[in-house]
């Protein structure tokens, strides 16, 4: 429980820095910072690129149409939202809903890096092609759906952004939304091993 309440402070200190930052540009034409929610504990983390407009007003992540679209795909393999940890490479809205800079994410980066040894968790899920080349080089469609070792035994485990999928509403067989099907129900296994045996592999 000590190390709860120590994990817990050193997330709202991570939260209040992200607040009072004006290391990029976009700290000009936010509304709100959105730093990322849900359990600090959770052995997964969710990682998409950076707050739209819906996220920019309430300060909460994938809360807008792909956020809507993001909470059906979790349901549907009987994910609990509130049990993960969601978060975006970027913590403040670029204009137009535009793709961030490689200078703003190298700004932004220390606070998810922060956020990350906080949670420690053990599988990331980046959300489209920006959140993964923030951890690995490579193609979103060919990485898809695939395990790959990152840092401190940590795995990656990538999928389609929600927004992706909006903007390809077919259901056909290796279309973006069957395939992210596929996708949650394979990340959805791990996750139930992962909680059998206790979040640091150890039998609970």
């Known amino acids: 429980m ?11 200190v991570i ?17 709100n910072v959105v730093p990322g929610e849900g359990n600090i504990h959770s052995p997964i983390v969710f990682v998409g ?10 300060g909460r992540p994938f809360v807008g149409k792909a956020g809507q679209l993001f909470d059906k ?16 490479v970027v913590k403040c809205r670029p204009p137009e809903n535009r793709v961030p800079s490689s200078e703003e994410v190298l700004s932004c980066s220390h606070f ?8 420690n968790p053990q599988i990331i899920v980046p959300l489209g092609a920006t959140a993964l080349n923030f951890f690995m080089k490579g193609s979103i469609t ?3 759906g695939k395990f790959f ?14 927004s992706y999928l909006l903007r390809n509403q077919s259901k056909e067989q290796g279309s973006p939304k069957a395939l992210t099907w596929d996708d949650i129900r394979i990340l959805k296994k ?3 091993e992962i909680m059998a045996h206790g979040k640091d592999g150890l039998v609970v």
């Open 149 to 162: 070792e990152w840092k401190g035994g940590i795995r990656l485990f990538p999928m389609f952004h929600p």
């Open 142 to 144: 060919e990485s898809r």
């Open 112 to 119: 998810l890096m922060a956020q990350l040894a906080v949670i």
């Open 2 to 12: 000590e190390n709860d309440e120590k994990d817990e402070k050193l997330m709202k």
């Open 73 to 88: 795909i979790l349901e549907s393999a009987g994910f609990i939202r509130k049990e993960l940890y969601i978060t975006n």
């Open 49 to 58: 690129e950076g707050p739209g407009q819906e996220e920019d007003l309430s």
């Open 190 to 192: 791990a996750y139930d």
């Open 15 to 31: 939260e209040e820095k992200i607040s009072e930052c004006t290391a990029c540009q976009l700290s000009q034409t936010r509304t």
